[in-house]
């Protein structure tokens, strides 16, 4: 079993910024990936950036140029820095983490309980 630990949400104003992190525990044999998606009111839940344990990043389109996520293997934690936010960025962040334990060695996916990030003046 995986726990995650998210933390880092909030309320902020339009162009400030924000840094989530996601801190990975368990008998963790590996990591594939990890990532976060958010979910705002009405709208479906979306990937907004993963990054893999090598290190290759993907981004939604609406989010390049003004979030970075970055992660640190040894600690197990990824963290999504988020710059420049807009009101269309507020919705309820969710990490992911896509990988094995030394009891489970084929490949599961592990939620984290969610952040709230409010954009608003």
């Known amino acids: 079993q995986v726990q995650l630990v998210e933390s880092g949400g909030g309320l902020v104003q339009p162009g400030g910024s924000l840094r989530l992190s996601c801190a990975a525990s368990?008998?963790?044999?590996?990591?594939?990936?990890m990532g976060w998606y958010r979910q705002a009111p009405g709208k479906q839940r979306e990937l907004v950036a993963s990054?893999?344990?090598?290190?290759?990043?993907n981004l939604i389109d609406s989010v390049k140029g003004r979030f970075t996520i970055s992660r640190d293997n040894a600690k197990n934690t990824v963290y999504l820095q988020m710059n420049s936010l807009k009101p269309e960025d507020t919705a309820v962040y969710h990490c992911h983490f896509y990988g094995s334990t030394w009891s489970h060695r084929s490949s599961f996916g592990s939620w984290g309980q969610g952040t709230q990030v409010t954009v608003s003046s």
């Open positions: 368990g008998s963790i044999f590996s990591i594939y990936s």
């Open positions: 990054i893999t344990s090598g290190g290759s990043t």
